[in-house]
């Protein structure tokens, strides 16, 4: 591999999904290195919160509005780090970019670039690119940088055959020497074509010795087994004997592009049953896997699902109790209180805790208290009244028995006094002197 002068400046810049890497390379040496990442992708929906405004559907969710400010903010990030690496950029030989779709507008202002070189030293990298990052913005420089060539050992000796029979001037063998080189490369094209394994390591020669983990091949049926999620196939291929070792145009083996973990553990089981058939640190994989492994797994699964169930009804249980217990304060709070009725239903003795039976008798005895202090309130003031109206009677009587007193007087049906030329106070079929003794004579009445 030949990367030129390596005192000559080279820049690589990724920009896709809210990820940015930029890097600056000097020869094989990355003189600086920067990586930006923002929240910009709708989860599920994809594509940017700016391209679905653009469709007219303006979202006025928090979310939506963290993903616009998340763009504008990427971006001026990204202007920054150009600004800071003027230097680089004036003096840089050639720009990389990749920058698919509207991404584009991170660094570009229409057809200007928002840093400052060159036109013609802007190139866009022809290659598959994934997510941003530092690691990946080398990997592609490495690939941009390399140079790799083929030579077809079948044809070699056929055209050094074909110089040595031009030079002796032997032109009847030179033409014969040529049919024989067009049916070779005829052969050779339709081998080829019927070929859908990778080729062999001695077809193809690179100059660059030591990489060997970025090392260049074909997808095999393996790799597309296990990127499927095909456990059987990959099992199926394994057993016939398909090289797990090999990678495909990113460097991968098919352990590293097997997404499901099924998948995975079919891997480390053929492993566990053939440890020295193949270089499994060269596959990639971490570890055989075992019958016993499996089962001790499955064992604390199982035991963390146990746990992990109790614990579930166990809460389900204190959830359930402190509803009860929420309910029974709540409707300790709305009923009414059969205290102050003087009576107690017999169901609402049923259930009751000892404290509320507590609290209800003593709310019972200050009932009782307060009633027979009313009686003898009542009593004292019966008493009073008798002691006036017998005073009353006693005046009455003095007066009837007076001088110039006649039998015939009506008299008072409270103090017995008389009623003559008065206007008595009528209640029901009595007749009184005064509302006084109207009074008097009601609650006498009443009382019995």
Known sequence: MNQGDNTRLRI???ARGGHFAGCVFDGTTAVAHKTFHRYVIRAKAGKKQSSKDASGKMAHSAGA?????????????????FTAWKPYFADSSCIFIHAPSNNRQLFFDGDRPYFVCQLNVIRNIPLTVQRPTYKEA??????????SFEVNEEIAPACEEVSLLSASGLSSKCNE?????????????VTKASSSVMPSPN?????????????IGTSTPLHEAAKCGDSEKVFDLLEQGMDPCLKDERGRTPYM??????????????????????DWNAAKLPSALTKEMEETQAAKQTEKDAKKKARAKELKKLRKARQKAQAEAAQAQTAPSNSERGTVAASALKGK????????????????????????????AAERRLAAAAALKAQGTDLVSAPGGSGTDILCSCCNGSLAGKVPFHR??????????????KEILEDG
Not at 138 to 147: C, H, K, N
Not at 204 to 210: A, F, L, N, V
């Open 353 to 380: 805790s000892q404290s509320s039976l507590s609290a209800r008798l003593s709310k019972e005895e200050e009932s009782k208290r307060a009633h027979d202090a009313e009686r003898e309130k009542r009593a004292a």
């Open 65 to 81: 509005s963290i993903r616009r400010y998340n763009e504008l903010a990427l971006k001026k990030e990204i202007q920054e780090l």
């Open 257 to 278: 592009v097997a997404t499901e973990k099924e998948v995975r553990n079919t891997f480390r089981r053929f492993m566990a049953s053939n440890l020295d058939k193949w």
């Open 177 to 189: 020497s040529m049919e024989v080189l067009k049916e070779n490369l005829e052969t050779k094209e």
């Open 138 to 147: 080398r990997r592609i420089y490495g690939l941009l940088t390399q140079v």
């Open 12 to 14: 690589v810049l990724l």
């Open 203 to 215: 077809e193809i020669i690179s100059s660059d010795c030591d990489s060997d983990n970025d090392t």
């Open 428 to 441: 029901y079929n009595y007749k009184y002197c005064s509302s006084a003794c109207m009074h008097v004579h």
